[in-house]
């Protein structure tokens, strides 16, 4: 299908939904550099950074369009909530909110996400024992670090759902209730990050400082979860903390977790740079990646430390079969790619050497960097108080890659490497690609078609003093730096074919607009095609009428974005905050085996708490033990 590219479309937003702009849409090429500049544009929206901070039930209303009579299921995705001390809104305070498509209704049933810190951090906020900002996370001096666990969903087999997070261990949750059942892994199985930090004494915490994957896998057909446990040594004025290491974790669903300590081909230990924001499994492998966040730790001990993220990508691989029950080592093969690649997924299928990878990146993005009191925007301008929290702006426009990668057996002494590789352009809206979405993103196919994502675009208003120094001298440049938007480029949602290895669809959103959390749904009663279903995606802005808070769901035909979305709907009261990752049940039901599987905090967080004073004691007695 050709591509209907709507680009600046977002100067005629009073006709933004028409049919008739869907094929009129206005191209960059046709407007003069002259008319561009003294066009007026809408500044980005704080909407996100403003959510309702709380549990909600609504029935939403259709505001245009009309609702498909084959939406079916549950679509769950991801809010991060701006908290009073105001941290990366990545890594704020979690929301689940649920969407129900059932007797041409869309109902939304929100709840906090209420893991053990997280309930602390609520309970002891406003009083000296709260918890408080350090860099990108918030630490209790005698409790530790609040886990939020507000950044992706896992399906852990039939309808059991987890959670999972960058800074902290995964949970599961009732999907029912939205309630938050129990850790995945007790405290013991998972090895803390930074024993001991300046004033912190670490190891009297209950809540441990651990890092992990906030995409973790669920293997559907071999019944297998697999995550990642990690940490980065860091060396600061005040000493070197940390001590490196890489784990691979893999959990039956109802036993102890098994963790084996990576190593690369000559029996050394791996080291992390960065983060391991994603793993990828495939039949015979599984794709470990140290993606480019550059998580600055000295930031909890009060520095204000800035550095870029690294530049290139290292990904390392496991053959599934060398996860013996009776070692605790796994050797690993590795290669590394230009530019950052911050997601990426793999074909279920492949054989024992070579597999497919397909990704995006967002280069000279730090996706650990947010506006920060007292930045200024590169025009010197102070910026806007109301956006602190929101993340800072791209540096350079990025796309999709397509790698062919052929992985050796470890014990022969040889890395892997990429026998093909495609980059494919995103056409103008590739700054800032986040979050994408396919078809049963409850796991993947054996080989993806279509790949649907959602960009944030570029925006002036977001683009600092401080993270122009840091990236300006990105070294895989794409634009140059005199060549950089000085006017906003919008959100879009593309699709990318995988097959024809081509952004074959692609729609702009209007002037104010944000796109995000894209989900595909499939139809009921529909074919087993790829692209068959909608597409659901949180569109934000800062217009507000009687029926519409600026917030709203756009549901788009899967085979066709181009066209635009089909139906807005939304509520007065409908205010989520920064989205992020979705998923998909298609019924909501209580696996038996679910049951089975319950961590207790009493004998998980005892010990610690044991060393705490009487008031601390009170709240873990009152509050966390009854419950978990």
């Excluded at 084959?70 to 909530?81: C, H, K, Q, Y």
């Excluded at 791996?270 to 930031?299: G, M, N, W, Y």
């Excluded at 998923?583 to 085996?593: C, E, F, G, K, N």
Aim: some cysteine; overall charge neutral; hydrophobic content about 35%.
């Amino acid at each position: 299908m050709k591509t209907k590219l709507l680009s600046r479309r977002h100067c005629i937003k009073a006709l933004a939904f028409s049919p008739f702009i869907a094929k009129q849409g206005l191209s960059q090429s046709q407007i003069s550099k002259r008319q561009l500049k003294e066009m007026q544009f809408k500044p980005f929206p704080i909407a996100p950074c403003f959510a309702y901070y709380g549990d909600q039930d609504l029935i939403l209303q259709t505001l245009e369009g009309e609702l498909p009579r084959d939406l079916i299921g549950s679509a769950f995705i991801m809010e991060s909530l701006n908290t009073p001390e105001k941290v990366n809104l990545a890594a704020a305070r979690g929301a689940i909110a649920r969407y129900d498509f059932q007797d041409q209704t869309v109902q939304l049933k929100k709840r906090l996400i209420q893991t053990p810190s997280a309930i602390a951090f609520d309970h002891f906020q406003g009083t000296r024992d709260r918890f408080k900002k350090h860099g990108f996370a918030y630490i209790q001096s005698s409790l530790g670090p609040a886990n939020f666990c507000n950044t992706n969903f896992v399906s852990i087999g039939g309808n059991r759902l987890g959670i999972s997070y960058d800074a902290g261990r995964p949970f599961e949750i009732d999907p029912q209730t939205l309630e938050v059942r129990t850790p995945i892994g007790g405290n013991h199985e998972w090895r803390s990050a930074l024993p001991k930090i300046a004033g912190f004494v670490s190891r009297k915490w209950p809540f441990k400082l651990l890092r992990a994957t906030a995409h973790p896998y669920f293997d559907q057909q071999t019944g297998e979860f697999f995550s990642v446990n990690f940490d980065t040594s860091i060396n600061t004025a005040l000493g070197t903390f940390g001590s490196t290491f890489l784990n691979i974790m893999k959990w039956d669903g109802k036993t102890d977790i098994k963790a084996w300590q990576v190593l690369d081909i000559k029996g050394k230990p791996i080291r992390i740079k960065e983060a391991v924001h994603s793993i990828c499994i495939t039949r015979h492998h599984i794709i470990i990646i140290d993606t480019p966040f550059s998580l600055e730790i000295e930031q909890l001990l009060g520095s204000k430390v800035h550095r870029a993220p690294a530049s290139r990508t290292p990904f390392y691989i496991i053959k599934r079969r060398d996860l013996n029950v009776n070692t605790d080592k796994v050797l690993a093969t590795q290669f590394t790619l230009n530019k950052e690649w911050e997601h990426v997924v793999a074909d279920y299928e492949d054989d024992e050497q070579i597999f497919r990878l397909i990704g995006a990146s967002s280069p000279a993005t730090d996706f650990s960097e947010s506006l920060l009191e007292g930045d200024r925007l590169k025009n010197g301008e102070p910026i806007n108080p109301d956006l602190i929290g929101m993340l800072a702006a791209p540096m350079d426009e990025g796309g999709y890659g397509i790698f062919h990668v052929a992985a050796p057996d470890p014990a022969n002494q040889a890395d892997a490497s990429v026998i093909q590789s495609q980059q494919i352009e995103a056409q103008d809206r590739g700054w800032l690609i986040a979050l994408m979405s396919w078809r049963g993103n409850n796991g993947t196919p054996n080989r993806f078609e279509y790949m649907y994502w959602t960009s944030f675009g570029f925006h002036p208003d977001l683009l600092t003093k401080r993270i122009y120094r840091t990236l300006k001298d990105y070294p895989f440049r794409k634009t140059p730096l005199d060549q950089m938007p000085t006017s906003p480029i919008p959100s879009a949602l593309q699709r990318l074919d995988t097959t024809s290895a081509v952004v074959d669809q692609s729609w702009d959103a209007p002037d104010g607009w944000i796109l995000a959390s894209p989900q595909f749904i499939p139809r009921k009663h529909g074919s087993s095609r790829q692209d068959d279903g909608y597409i659901i995606v949180i569109a934000s802005s800062d217009e507000i009428s009687e029926q519409s808070s600026g917030r709203e769901l756009w549901i788009f035909a899967a085979d066709d974005i181009a066209r635009g979305p089909l139906c807005r709907l939304g509520h007065k009261e409908l205010k989520p905050g920064f989205t992020l990752h979705s998923t998909w049940l298609s019924a909501l039901t209580t696996s038996p085996d679910e049951k089975s599987y319950k961590i207790s905090a009493k004998d998980d967080f005892g010990e610690e708490v044991g060393q705490q004073k009487r008031s601390i004691r009170d709240f873990f007695e009152k509050e966390i033990y009854p419950r978990f």
